[in-house]
T-cell receptor, first 114, second 113 residues
Framework: DTAVSQTPKYLVTQMGNDKSIKCEQN?????MYWYKQDSKKFLKIMFS???????INETVPNRFSPKSPDKAHLNLHINSLELGDSAVYFC?????????????FGPGTRLTVL | GEDVEQSLFLSVREGDSSVINCTYT??????LYWYKQEPGAGLQLLTY?????DMKQDQRLTVLLNKKDKHLSLRIADTQTGDSAIYFC?????????????FGQGTILTVHP
């Protein structure tokens, strides 16, 4: 059974479009995250939600809006896509937000903006 | 702020040991992690070490932590071709930054037969 799943796995779109990436976890975890991995493989946290509440919000353009309809889902909506948004986006989840809690990552969504 | 650095490439022969190094700057780090990323796949947690430990061994993996020098290493014994992947070091800060991981840029490990 997939623990953390993301859809779609690949997304190719034109500049200026609006797109969403979905993430679901079936681990019963309370905390979910979005990370961005750029072309140089740098991984940076974007957002963290704990029980549907925003906890971490790094310096990310407000074109990026996370939405958590329930604690098993954390979707990422991106408005007015730009070339620099091309990256692999990883969703992750952890039991809570404690240092002892391991983060489990999804397979990633490769976004290409043309 | 937090910063994590790793060497970019490591090439070893099958059966040899691999040592991947990482340095970090945040002295308040509570946990340090090693993740593995295979081509086209997500990140898989390999192992982690609490900051008050010096060493942790888990089957073929040995993690060494030098907190004074802020240096972390991952040793893979008897490296196999299936170990070829990108390995990420990550630190988790303490205090109010719980859950926030800062990653290095990854070390590409290539294992030759």
């Amino acid at each position: 059974d997939t623990a953390v799943s993301q859809t779609p796995k690949y997304l190719v779109t034109q500049m200026g479009n609006d797109k969403s990436i979905k993430c679901e976890q079936n681990l019963g975890h309370d905390t979910m995250y979005w990370y961005k991995q750029d072309s140089k493989k740098f991984l940076k946290i974007m957002f963290s939600y704990n029980n549907k509440e925003l906890i971490i919000n790094e310096t990310v353009p407000n074109r990026f809006s996370p939405k958590s309809p329930d604690k098993a889902h954390l979707n990422l909506h991106i408005n007015s896509l730009e070339l620099g948004d091309s990256a692999v986006y990883f969703c992750a989840s952890s039991q809570a937000q404690l240092s002892t809690d391991t983060q489990y990552f999804g397979p990633g969504t490769r976004l290409t903006v043309l | 702020g937090e910063d994590v650095e790793q060497s970019l490439f490591l090439s070893v022969r099958e059966g040899d040991s691999s040592v991947i190094n990482c340095t970090y700057t945040d002295s308040s780090s509570t946990y340090l992690y090693w993740y593995k990323q295979e081509p086209g796949a997500g990140l898989q947690l390999l192992t982690y070490i609490f900051s008050n430990m010096d060493m942790k061994q888990d089957q073929r993996l040995t993690v060494l932590l030098n907190k004074k020098d802020k240096h972390l290493s991952l040793r893979i014994a008897d490296t196999q071709t299936g170990d070829s992947a990108i390995y990420f070091c990550a630190e988790e800060a303490g205090g109010t930054s719980y859950g926030k991981l800062t990653f290095g840029q990854g070390t590409i490990l290539t294992v030759h037969p």
